[in-house]
């Protein structure tokens, strides 16, 4: 039994089921990163490697280009740099801009005015999107247990 296998064999908590279904699909991230990857600049790859990061560990990147230009893999790029390597990756449809209220994804237009400060604003990959949002429903379907048989 590797660690990843944990949920199969004991009751947790959502947020380490979750976690442990974003670990399980650590081998599908990585084949998305190697096709994309090699066909991106260097400050590409550090955002996008950046925004991974991010939602590996359970949340969306804010999109807030003075948060990239402080995380680690971006250490020393300029705030313009980045903002002109994000909007290249907009643009080709490599990154969307999310807005999100009660972490669920929404359409800006459609959210009352009441609740217009409540919109976060985020960078997602639409490909790890599609991974990340299967291996969580998948998590979170309940399952029945029965002591002493295989699962």
């Given at each position: 039994m590797n660690v990843i296998e944990l949920d199969k064999y004991m009751a947790v908590l959502p947020r380490t089921r979750n976690f442990l279904a974003l670990l399980r699909i650590g081998n599908e991230i990585a084949l998305a990163l190697e096709h994309i990857l090699p066909a991106l600049t260097q400050t590409e790859q550090?955002?996008?490697?950046?925004?991974?990061a991010f939602r590996m560990q359970g949340s969306l990147m804010p999109a807030d280009i003075t948060l990239l230009a402080h995380c680690p893999q971006l250490l020393?790029?300029?705030?313009?740099?980045?903002?002109?390597?994000?909007?290249?990756?907009?643009h080709n449809g490599v990154l969307e801009v999310s807005s999100m209220v009660d972490g669920e994804f929404v359409?800006?237009?459609?959210?009352?005015?009441?609740?217009?400060?409540e919109v976060q604003v985020c960078f997602s990959w639409p490909a790890l999107e599609r991974l990340v949002l299967k291996a969580l429903d998948n998590a979170n379907r309940p399952r029945i247990v029965v002591p002493g048989a295989a699962q």
């Open positions: 550090r955002v996008i490697c950046t925004i991974v020393g790029v300029s705030e313009g740099e980045i903002m002109g390597v994000v909007e290249n990756l907009v359409d800006p237009a459609t959210v009352p005015k009441s609740r217009a400060a």
